[in-house]
């Protein structure tokens, strides 16, 4: 069972930046794919960035790509998405995940609880 929890979410404004954190539970951090999703007001979730447990595999949304950038620390248990030049759009409860399997699955098995970022125009 892995636990994770989402943080660093607030107000900010367009072109703007912002790095969540997301820090997980468990002594196999780096065998797991870590994702970010997110989930704006009436839409359904949708990914936003992934990168396998050694780090050396990362894809992004188009959406997102070239703004946002995603990491890890193995020794901290912690993964990253560093968010710049957020755009209005980019509202939505921002959701960190992990998975065993590859990073090419779209199957996440753990769920943060989420945290909000909002950007006002």
């Known amino acids: 069972q892995v636990q994770l929890v989402e943080s660093g979410g607030r107000l900010v404004q367009a072109g703007g930046s912002l790095r969540l954190s997301c820090a997980t539970s468990g002594r196999t951090f780096s065998s797991y794919t870590m994702g970010w999703f997110r989930q704006a007001p009436g839409k359904e979730r949708e990914f936003v960035a992934a990168?396998?447990?050694?780090?050396?595999?990362?894809y992004y949304a188009d959406s997102v790509k070239g703004r946002f950038t995603i990491s890890r620390d193995n020794a901290k248990n912690t993964v990253y998405l560093q968010m710049n030049a957020l755009k209005p759009e980019d509202t939505a409860v921002y959701y960190c995940?992990?998975?065993?399997?590859?990073?090419?699955?779209?199957?996440?098995?753990?769920w943060g609880q989420g945290t909000q970022v909002t950007v006002s125009s």
């Open positions: 995940a992990a998975t065993l399997r590859s990073i090419g699955s779209p199957k996440y098995d753990y």
């Open positions: 990168i396998s447990g050694s780090g050396g595999i990362r």
